[in-house]
């Protein structure tokens, strides 16, 4: 039980959704009251009855549904600033109208149009948008009233605003006057046309200028099927009577390779003999150019070696009040950190070497004396003086031997 406020332009079917609602609630069983409603037709489907002024809400009886149309007509009258105790008695009891189980349905173009003491009593408004005399309305509602239904902005979610899609029910036109259908032809918006004609333009110049890319890529893969069954070749029926370069091809084809490639597969000492001519990496083909007085200066860009050494870390010195730490070979590493060549220098703490070979073999050691060859050097034993030979002594064979006397 509630007071419901539907706003609108004229032409918006405000008027159109109030007869749809009573037809519906005169189907639940509850009396209908209509008041202001111009041009009524008997062709009217539910009972109602006619109120004169929407004062007269005070003597329907209970569950009743009240509908008034252009209501700012009758409170328009009462002053804005009129205090409470000033107010009608008809508007006062409006506070109290859900004591009796009253619906009451209020209808004007703009929600400002009414008395502030009747919007702070509606618990729901609806506002219907028509734009371009389209055949239906954008339906928004409130929890409240909204001092400014048309503001795009605040008909959001957020805002509390719901917003669907109003068609309202073409009998409902013949139950009372409306100049809806006589003044409100439906007509294309100028502005509807415009936007479907930019969005055509902007689409066939897309087309105009992506087609021929589309097409070329589209139909490569057609050209080069087509292509392909072009330069398969045809196949003998008879394979026996090829020749060796027709047989040579006839297999390719079977194996799905060109006649190279399938020749490179046969004979691969072939092509490898082409490749090593093309590049050759033998190390007794290398020449480099190198000069002594520029060392770093080597073009090692098309050799390539046979790593035998990497490098490790060896120690570390002090270069320029800074520490620098070196590999075996006394090139410098460069991201050893100053505290690991501190621990090294000052601390003495050398790191394990995980990469250096160790020997296992034990030592061979020879035993075997020397042999010296002792050769007698008889000259140490000579005398140093020298005798003659007429001093030398002369043996003598027999005793008294007179060989040597004469007479």
Same mark, same amino acid.
């Given at each position: 039980?509630?007071?419901?406020?539907?706003?609108?332009?004229?032409?918006?079917?405000?008027?159109?959704?109030?007869?749809?609602?009573?037809?519906?609630?005169?189907?639940?069983?509850? $009396?209908?009251?209509?008041?202001?409603?111009?041009? +009524?037709?008997?062709?009217? $489907?539910?009972? /109602?009855?006619?109120?004169?002024?929407?004062?007269? !809400?005070?003597?329907?009886?209970?569950?009743?549904?009240?509908?008034?149309?252009?209501?700012?007509?009758?409170?328009?009258?009462?002053?804005?600033?009129?205090?409470?105790?000033? +107010?009608?008695? !008809?508007?006062?009891?409006?506070?109290?109208?859900?004591?009796?189980?009253?619906?009451?349905?209020?209808?004007?173009?703009?929600?400002? *149009?009414?008395?502030?003491?009747?919007?702070? +009593?509606?618990? #729901?408004?609806?506002?219907?948008?028509?734009?371009? =005399?389209?055949?239906?309305?954008?339906? %928004?509602? !409130?929890?409240?009233? #909204? @001092?400014?239904?048309?503001?795009?902005?605040? &008909?959001?979610?957020?805002?509390?605003?719901?917003?669907?899609?109003?068609?309202?029910?073409?009998?409902?036109?013949?139950? /009372?006057?409306?100049?809806?259908?006589?003044?409100?032809?439906?007509?294309?918006?100028?502005?509807?046309?415009?936007?479907?004609?930019?969005?055509?333009?902007?689409?066939?110049?897309?087309? !105009?200028?992506?087609?021929?890319?589309?097409?070329?890529?589209?139909?490569?893969?057609?050209?080069?099927?087509?292509?392909?069954?072009?330069?398969?070749?045809?196949?003998?029926?008879?394979?026996?009577?090829?020749? +060796?370069?027709? %047989? &040579?091809?006839?297999?390719?084809?079977?194996?799905?390779?060109?006649?190279?490639?399938?020749?490179?597969?046969?004979?691969?000492?072939?092509?490898?003999?082409?490749?090593?001519?093309? =590049?050759?990496? %033998?190390?007794?083909?290398? &020449?480099?150019?190198?000069?002594? =007085? %520029?060392?770093?200066?080597?073009?090692? @860009?098309?050799?390539?070696?046979?790593?035998?050494?990497?490098?490790?870390?060896?120690?570390?010195?002090?270069?320029?009040?800074?520490?620098?730490? /070196?590999?075996?070979?006394?090139?410098?590493?460069?991201?050893?950190?100053?505290?690991?060549?501190?621990?090294?220098? #000052?601390?003495?703490?050398?790191? *394990?070497?995980?990469?250096?070979?160790?020997?296992?073999?034990?030592?061979?050691?020879?035993?075997?004396?020397?042999?010296?060859?002792?050769?007698?050097?008889?000259?140490?034993?000579?005398?140093?003086?020298?005798?003659?030979?007429?001093?030398?002594?002369?043996?003598?064979?027999? &005793?008294?031997?007179?060989?040597?006397?004469?007479?």
């Amino acid at each position: 039980m509630a007071i419901k406020l539907i706003t609108a332009q004229p032409g918006s079917y405000k008027t159109a959704m109030m007869m749809e609602l009573a037809n519906k609630m005169s189907s639940e069983g509850r $009396p209908i009251y209509l008041c202001n409603v111009r041009g +009524l037709k008997p062709e009217i $489907p539910f009972p /109602y009855q006619v109120l004169d002024h929407f004062k007269d !809400w005070v003597d329907t009886p209970e569950t009743s549904v009240i509908f008034i149309d252009e209501v700012q007509e009758f409170t328009r009258d009462v002053p804005t600033n009129c205090k409470t105790e000033d +107010l009608p008695t !008809w508007m006062t009891l409006l506070e109290k109208h859900r004591h009796e189980g009253k619906d009451i349905f209020i209808v004007t173009q703009h929600p400002m *149009f009414i008395h502030t003491h009747v919007r702070r +009593l509606t618990s #729901e408004h609806i506002h219907l948008v028509r734009n371009g =005399n389209v055949p239906f309305a954008a339906k %928004r509602s !409130w929890g409240f009233v #909204e @001092s400014d239904p048309d503001d795009f902005q605040k &008909a959001t979610f957020k805002n509390g605003c719901t917003t669907t899609i109003y068609r309202p029910n073409k009998e409902v036109f013949n139950w /009372y006057e409306s100049t809806v259908l006589d003044t409100h032809k439906f007509k294309v918006p100028p502005k509807l046309i415009k936007g479907v004609a930019m969005v055509a333009g902007i689409i066939g110049f897309a087309v !105009w200028i992506g087609y021929p890319v589309a097409t070329k890529y589209l139909h490569m893969s057609d050209k080069e099927v087509t292509a392909k069954v072009h330069d398969e070749p045809v196949l003998p029926s008879d394979p026996s009577n090829m020749t +060796l370069a027709e %047989r &040579a091809k006839y297999d390719a084809a079977m194996a799905g390779l060109t006649p190279e490639q399938y020749a490179d597969l046969m004979h691969p000492e072939t092509r490898n003999a082409e490749l090593q001519a093309k =590049n050759d990496v %033998r190390m007794e083909t290398i &020449a480099i150019k190198y000069n002594p =007085n %520029r060392p770093y200066e080597v073009d090692t @860009s098309q050799i390539q070696y046979e790593v035998t050494a990497k490098p490790v870390f060896s120690g570390c010195m002090k270069m320029k009040g800074k520490y620098v730490a /070196y590999t075996q070979q006394g090139t410098i590493l460069h991201d050893v950190s100053q505290s690991d060549c501190r621990k090294l220098m #000052e601390d003495g703490d050398r790191p *394990f070497n995980y990469f250096q070979v160790q020997n296992n073999r034990p030592a061979q050691v020879n035993n075997a004396m020397p042999q010296v060859q002792m050769q007698p050097n008889y000259s140490s034993y000579q005398a140093n003086n020298y005798v003659q030979p007429n001093l030398q002594r002369s043996s003598v064979n027999g &005793a008294n031997s007179q060989s040597s006397f004469s007479f």
